[in-house]
């Protein structure tokens, strides 16, 4: 009888046990869907969908299916912090994805460190995210936002020659964690954290390294400025040659943008940190957004091959299947949380096992002969969660494409650059 | 001299704009009650209805205004027909209307971002993007249309108030609403029709809007502190104080961006009215709440 009960036991345990293999793997992501980061956001759930998608098209992950549970978070800071409790204490989720944004990304990672996820992060370059000691953050694109800078600074010294070189420039940039991260960068501020201590000293700057003299300087507040053509009128008064603009949004480029064309405002140059959205070129035209730079971490002519469900899968694959689900092209804000859930499958393909700690220990354990594959190129971390070795890519709007111009040594098909900026 | 009178210029071209959104507000308000919470997020539809006709039929934003001002007067005549209208002898109407427009307001941003996505909208017809320029004075062509156009509206709405008879009713029903239904005056359909025109307003400035600034549909709650500062600073009921009250704080912020900086210049908003509500509650035009 007792051997009966135990047999019966066994079996049920068993069962339950082959029941619990082939339970999906659940992921959580709260995303800004709605609000200031819509635009953003919302291609974040295109990127993250597809890629969850692809992998379970190809027979999931360890043999089960992903479940993406995604969130709008209304690009609130509240509302993403009890978005990513839910997951983790209520849905009881496997992985988390990161969100958008650093203002959001910065409280979040703490919850989530808190609880022992790997926090990938698409989209949060404050270097002040990294510095508060949290075990596995890890960045999925090229390198803190202070650091930005040194691709502008690469721009303006091997691209363009000694005597059309503007010297005088205007830092505009919205009062947003990540545009007064790159802000610190080129001004050459000192980084505290908020609870004080400082994170780096980055004097003297990228545009003063680049022998700029920095003539003007304003910031606008993160919700609710509307007052364009003041901004702009007064960066035409201070007859700045380059034009810095840091915008938190594709939104804001656009309306800085148009700004500076209805009041004539011709720099030889104009830098934004945003704008490689296909919003952008709509809501400027492409006679305007002829000559504009802008950063990027992705672009479609770069030949990176990732990996997916344990095959090769390319930045063009990323493409085609990109345009085949949606009907249309991706820009960074899709590729970005792909590449992020790339790196996540891997991780977890490495680590054999959802054990967030493996997976961290996986993911640190990456070296650049041996680095994590996503469409957005290698990846390899410092201990603080930063890439190494990855240069920001300078995009230039020529014609009503985005051309790829610096770095010129790291691939083919790099377009030469249009400069001085036409005018408006 | 030709820096102040620049600033002077962007600020009177931006507050002709800021008077045409808020003014529906304020009329919606002056006769029936309702702070109308909702009323940026259906600028935002009619700044959509443009852009879809410009986008797909070349239409020119000035030329959609018609069309969005009508579609919009329609949804503002259903919206009080099933929200408002039951609840409108309630003695909490208007403490119940903050609620029920909060929710519209989440309805018609929902329904925007379902319908075409929440991804970032501006028209660009070239006046949007040129300017006039005298010497080193320059007026933004399509903000000075749109604060020109904003103007003819208000004023042919200041008329309609003034000389015809469904004007007399809607003035005496925000005068005094028992007086008005006493003296025979059908209330019901003056609020009917007085909330249809304040959402048709809304649908003419979204029009204005969608040249003006970008937008996509959680915009509107950027602009709902902006314009109910605007109307409680002209006076909550009164559209003559609302387009003073929109002029006078377009210009203050105009300057406070210019030189104090631009941190500053949206915080004007906000700082009008919190003083607003502490020294003159009513306003500059507004009546002084009776006490019982």
Redesign the interface.
Same mark, same amino acid.
């Given at each position: 009888m007792i051997r009966t009960i135990t047999l019966c036991a066994v079996a049920a345990l068993g069962l339950s046990a082959g029941a619990h293999a082939a339970d999906p793997i659940k992921i959580g992501a709260s995303l800004p =869907? %709605?609000? &200031?980061f819509?635009?953003s956001?919302?291609k974040h759930e295109k990127g993250y969908q597809l890629c969850v998608d692809l992998i379970n098209e190809k027979g999931g992950l360890l043999g089960r299916e992903l479940d993406l549970i995604i969130s709008d978070n209304?690009?609130d800071i509240g509302t993403a912090l009890s978005q990513y409790e839910r997951f983790i204490n209520v849905d009881d989720v496997d992985l988390v994805f990161g969100t958008f944004s650093s203002k959001l990304t910065f409280p979040i990672s703490a919850v989530l460190a808190k609880n022992g996820m790997v926090h990938p992060i698409p989209a949060g370059g404050a270097l002040r995210i990294y510095t508060q000691g949290h075990d596995n953050i890890f960045y999925f694109q090229q390198n803190a936002a202070e650091y930005i800078g040194s691709s502008v600074e690469g721009v303006l010294k091997n691209l363009v020659d000694e005597g059309e070189r503007p010297s005088k420039a205007a830092l505009?940039h919205a009062?947003d964690f990540f545009a007064n991260a790159i802000a610190a960068g080129l001004l050459g501020q000192k980084v505290t954290d908020p609870g004080g201590g400082e994170v780096a000293d980055l004097s003297p700057g990228y545009l003063a390294d680049a022998g700029m003299e920095v003539v003007y300087t304003?910031?606008?507040?993160e919700?609710?400025?509307?007052?364009w =053509?003041?901004?702009a009128?007064?960066i035409k &008064?201070s007859g700045a040659d380059l034009v810095v603009g840091l915008t938190a949004?594709?939104?804001e480029a656009?309306?800085l943008t148009?700004a500076l064309? %209805?009041?004539?405002a011709n720099p030889k140059m104009l830098y934004l940190s945003q704008g490689t959205q296909a919003?952008y070129l709509?809501?400027?035209?492409a006679d305007?957004a002829q000559g504009t730079l802008v950063h990027t971490s992705w672009h479609e002519a770069v030949p990176f091959v990732g990996q997916l469900a344990g095959e090769d899968f390319s930045n063009q694959d990323f493409q085609e299947a990109f345009e085949a689900k949606y009907g249309n092209k991706p820009d960074e804000d899709s590729a970005i949380p792909f590449a992020v859930c790339q790196g996540m499958e891997q991780a977890v393909i490495g680590a054999n096992s959802t054990d967030n700690a493996k997976m961290g220990e996986w993911l640190y354990a990456r070296t650049k002969e041996d680095p994590a594959r996503t469409v957005l190129g290698p990846f390899s971390w410092n201990d603080v969660g930063l890439p190494v070795d990855r240069p920001f890519l300078i995009a230039q709007w020529q014609n009503g494409q985005l051309k790829f111009v610096y770095p010129t040594d790291e691939f083919e098909g790099v377009s030469d650059l249009v400069h001085p900026k036409p005018e408006? | 001299m030709g820096h102040t009178l620049q600033i002077l210029i962007l600020g009177l071209c931006l507050g002709g704009v800021y008077a045409l959104m808020a003014c529906g507000l304020s009329l919606v308000f002056g006769v029936m009650r309702i702070v109308n919470l909702a009323h940026p997020s259906l600028i935002i539809a009619g700044a959509f209805i443009s852009y879809w006709c410009f986008t797909l039929f070349g239409i020119d934003p000035i030329l959609s205004l018609p069309i969005s001002a009508a579609i919009l007067f329609v949804i503002g005549l259903i919206l009080y027909k099933l929200v408002f209208e039951k609840e409108a002898r309630s003695a909490k109407y208007s403490e119940m209307t903050v609620l029920l427009t909060f929710a519209v307001a989440m309805v018609v941003d929902g329904a925007l971002g379902a319908m075409f996505s929440n991804t970032q909208r501006v028209t660009s017809p070239d006046y949007a993007t040129d300017a006039f320029f005298f010497g080193t004075i320059f007026l933004p062509k399509g903000q000075l249309y749109a604060g020109l156009i904003s103007i003819a509206i208000i004023i042919g709405l200041v008329a309609f108030l003034r000389y015809t008879r469904l004007g007399y009713a809607i003035r005496a029903t925000s005068q005094n609403r028992a007086a008005a239904e006493l003296l025979g005056v059908n209330v019901n359909f003056v609020s009917l029709i007085s909330f249809g025109i304040g959402v048709g307003l809304a649908g003419a400035a979204g029009s204005l809007v969608s040249f003006v600034f970008s937008f996509f549909p959680a915009k509107h709650w950027e602009w709902i502190a902006i314009l109910m500062s605007l109307v409680v600073l002209g006076g909550m009921g009164s559209v003559q104080g609302t387009v003073i009250g929109a002029f006078l704080l377009a210009v203050i912020s105009a300057f406070v961006g210019a030189y104090a900086g631009a941190t500053w210049s949206t915080m004007t908003f906000f700082v009008a009215l919190f003083v607003i509500l502490l020294v003159r509650p009513q306003g500059l035009f507004g009546e002084k709440p009776e006490h019982v």
């Open positions: =869907l %709605t609000g &200031n819509s635009v956001g919302e209304r690009s505009v009062d304003e910031k606008w507040p919700e609710g400025f509307s007052d =053509l003041n901004l009128n007064s &008064n949004s594709a939104e656009v309306q148009r064309k %209805t009041v004539r919003e709509e809501g400027v035209g305007a408006w | -």
